[in-house]
């Protein structure tokens, strides 16, 4: 392929982007999800991100026969990713990205295939490896679930105290995780000030309820400090260093 060495594979992505999010309606999906490799739909689907593969391989420098072969592999692999996916449960949010990694993965592997230069890979796979980029991958994992369930039993001695009626089902937990994310990705970049910022746009969307009531004010600092203290001081190493 011509230009940069990721010239075509961003092309492949850009493609799948294309026809996965900008040429496929709601109703596509739904005759999809309903009726399987039958739907008519899924077969267009399908023929589109051929399409877009076959044109994205020709800018990319291939030669016509070669972009053609390409693109049928990848037309025949996306109709049977979506096939599968046809059989999944629609509101899951692990099958969307299991689907979109599955599709990545086929145009990683055309990629590699067309090009035959697998070089990069090993120099991504030593840079994965490194034992500092491992370590973050850690501190990442760390602040997500384990935090959770770690919070959640230093609190249980108050929790069901308190009235959560009106609250979305999951919804703290799920923003506690985002919380940390952010609060650990904010101290890897040394940027400590949006972090006050968070806790301040916290504590502001909490203030009619902090006001009313002075056990679940309490309760909330007490839960909220383990979040953000726990997270800065996860000794994680930032990635070069």
């Excluded at 026809?19 to 999809?32: E, N, Y």
């Excluded at 973050?136 to 929790?159: C, D």
Aim: charged content about 15%.
């Amino acid at each position: 392929m011509t230009g940069a060495p990721f010239t075509g594979l961003l092309l492949l992505l850009l493609a799948h982007l294309a026809g996965d999010f900008l040429l496929q309606s709601a109703a596509w999906v739904h005759d999809k999800q309903v009726r399987g490799h039958r739907s008519t739909a899924l077969y267009l689907h399908a023929g589109i991100h051929g399409g877009l593969a076959c044109l994205a391989l020709l800018v990319g420098g291939q030669p016509v026969g070669t972009a053609i072969l390409g693109a049928a592999f990848i037309t025949v692999t996306h109709f049977g990713i979506d096939v599968l996916k046809s059989q999944a449960p629609s509101e899951r949010i692990g099958y969307f990205i299991a689907d979109q990694a599955l599709h990545v993965g086929v145009l990683v592997l055309t990629w590699l295939w067309l090009t035959g230069d697998a070089a990069w890979l090993a120099l991504a796979t030593g840079w994965l490896l490194r034992p500092e980029v491992l370590l973050v991958a850690l501190a990442y994992g760390i602040v997500m679930r384990p935090f959770s369930i770690l919070i959640a039993m230093i609190m249980r001695r108050w929790s069901h105290g308190v009235d959560n009626s009106g609250t979305l089902a999951d919804a703290g937990a799920r923003i506690g995780m985002l919380e940390r994310f952010l609060v650990l990705t904010f101290v890897l970049a040394d940027q400590l000030v949006p972090i006050g910022f968070l806790l301040a746009a916290k504590s502001v969307l909490r203030f009619g309820d902090l006001r009313e009531d002075r056990s679940y004010c309490q309760f909330w600092w007490m839960a909220v400090r383990p979040h953000s203290c726990l997270t800065d001081r996860l000794p994680a190493p930032r990635p070069g260093t």
